[in-house]
């Protein structure tokens, strides 16, 4: 018979589960709890839950939030990171705060949409430029391509008024000469 604190940690996390876009699950056994408490509030600065998870729980909140595929994320002693919005952006926060100050948190798997990711995929996630970079890198792609253009469309019409400019130069100073 489940206890009523089992009921209600269910169905926090079915309600954690229900809005989040990516879930990584990490390995935090080996941490300390000041490295963990730092982790914890690093997350909560950027809008990330952090969950310390008893994986049977998790695995019944999956099923009543409809996303079984998050039952994959549970092996071992795991702490999952929810993220809302940009998906890249806990994989980065994840990653670059586990490299910076160097904590034994290992980055197991994870869950984007419906699909899983392995470590190596997160990892990957993390490390890609951020969408703000891509878009600033698309425009000046594209600003390129248009100056171009107008450079070349610009052209003909730069050659004939310099050579008008130069017949009109020719004549000015044919007749200054003739004079």
């Given amino acids: 018979m489940p206890t009523e604190a089992k009921i209600n940690a269910v169905e926090e996390l079915k309600k954690i589960i229900e809005g989040c876009s ?3 699950a990490t390995d935090y056994s080996g941490s300390t709890v000041p490295d963990m408490n730092a982790f914890r509030a690093a997350l909560r600065t950027e809008g990330i ?3 310390i998870v008893k994986n049977t729980l998790l695995r019944i909140a999956a099923d009543d939030a409809g996303r079984p595929e998050l039952k994959e994320l549970v092996d071992g002693p795991t702490g999952i990171a929810f993220g809302y919005g940009d998906e890249q952006l806990l994989a980065k926060t994840l990653f670059d705060f586990i ?3 160097n904590i034994k948190v290992v980055l ?3 869950v984007m949409g419906s699909n899983v990711l392995t470590s190596d995929d997160v990892v990957q996630l993390a490390t890609l430029p951020s969408k703000d970079e891509l878009i600033s890198k698309l425009i000046g792609q594209l600003q390129g391509q ?3 253009l107008v450079f070349v469309l610009n052209a003909p019409i730069v ?8 017949i009109k130069n020719t004549e000015i100073t044919k007749d200054n000469t003739s004079e």
């Fill in 49 to 51: 839950k952090y969950r």
């Fill in 22 to 24: 990516i879930a990584i």
């Fill in 99 to 101: 490299k910076k100050n």
């Fill in 146 to 148: 248009i100056t171009s």
């Fill in 159 to 166: 050659n004939i008024v310099r050579i008008l400019d130069l």
């Fill in 108 to 110: 197991k798997t994870g």
